[in-house]
């Protein structure tokens, strides 16, 4: 049986067209001991493969971390099969505001050793004592409370372009980063203050949320589900929103705008600006926000170095490349020296 990926992503975004049909992109995780994820990770594969689940998902002894998109008419059969699966019986599905048929076009299922790169040595806590969820109102009057430190535990790029008012946003590249710098600034919170944290899909503050119990925070709080179920409990249940600009992604979509606020700028010229884009230089591919203008301008690159680079043929890029295959790594995600407004 054929358990990998076989077609190119253009080939699938082609089929998807031709199918014509709407695909929605939900995302869940569970953290739960699996005893094998090799046999979990293939059942998993031929099960989704055969209801046209595209999508990233890592699987590991710790649990599972799935961004997907299914086609809206299998939606019910898909629903039905991770309910037949103990641990993700009545899981939250995460279902993305924005529509996009082509969030993803290739189903990777992968064994990992974790499911959110965390950097943690897990023995030294327990995982399971985690913060107390909260509901998107219940949020809300927290974030109003004078008594609460609000810290947004996702990396730089991504609270740049969107963040609750009023957040502490740690400018790090890591999630490791951001504990150690979260406790630095509070450890004199440590029992008058109420920690409240949020993330994407809610998954990283049920690490964080147990680490810093284990550290001596005694009122810990979560968002529960996350900016993304915090938004449609907003749309749908009519509760105020105090998310401002958009919510970062982790598919071809980037981003979910969430308010019209911009709150970020073009790093080449300083506009507001909100567009993350990779540098067209395929060796350099820095993760940046350019604006349209800068785009136009510059090719869509992040540097003249790179503006030339890729104006080349491609079998000049190529031997350019020689020899120095990692060049790319050398930049932090969303951080350049040639970057005039990305400090
Ligand atoms: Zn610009
Ligand atoms: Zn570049």
Redo the contacts with the bound molecule.
């Keep these: 049986m054929q358990l990998y990926n076989k077609l190119s992503a253009k080939e699938r975004a082609e089929l998807i067209d031709k199918a014509g049909k709407d695909r929605l992109t939900i995302s869940f995780y569970q953290y739960y001991k699996i005893k094998d994820p090799q046999v979990f990770r293939d059942q998993l594969y031929i099960n989704w493969d055969k209801l046209d689940v595209l999508g990233r998902i890592y699987v590991s002894f710790e649990g599972i971390n799935a961004q997907l998109s299914v086609p809206a008419e299998n939606f019910k059969t898909f629903k039905a099969d991770l309910d037949c699966i103990s641990f993700l019986e009545n899981v939250r599905l995460n279902v993305a505001v924005e529509h996009d048929n082509k969030s993803f076009l290739k189903l990777k299922v992968k064994v990992r050793d974790k499911i959110v790169s965390d950097g943690l040595n897990d023995d030294t806590f327990d995982v399971t004592d985690i913060g107390v969820h909260l509901k998107a109102e219940e949020f809300n009057e927290m974030l109003a409370d004078p008594n609460t430190v609000c810290v947004d535990m996702r990396n730089h790029y991504e609270s740049e372009i969107g963040h609750f008012k009023g957040a502490i946003r740690p400018d790090v590249d890591t999630f490791r980063d951001s504990l150690d710098i979260i406790e630095e600034d509070l450890k004199n919170h440590k029992e008058d203050k109420n920690l409240l944290m949020y993330c994407t899909g809610g998954i990283r503050c049920e690490k964080a949320s147990a680490y810093f119990k284990h550290k001596g925070f005694k009122n810990v709080f979560q968002l529960e589900g996350g900016i993304i179920e915090y938004t449609r409990q907003t749309k749908s249940e009519g509760v105020e929103n105090k998310f401002i600009g958009k919510n970062f992604v982790f598919d071809h979509r980037r981003a979910e705008r969430i308010s019209d606020d911009v709150v970020s700028q073009c790093h080449q010229c300083g506009e507001p600006c909100d567009e993350h884009v990779n540098?067209d230089?395929e060796a350099?591919?820095?993760l940046f926000i350019q604006c349209k203008s800068c785009s136009e301008k510059m090719n869509t690159?992040?540097?003249d170095t790179?503006k030339n680079i890729a104006s080349l043929p491609f079998v000049e890029q190529k031997t350019l490349r020689k020899g120095k295959g990692n060049s790319n790594k050398i930049f932090k995600k969303g951080r350049s020296e040639?970057l005039k407004f990305k400090k």
């Design positions: 540098c230089n350099c591919h820095l690159c992040c540097s790179c040639v």
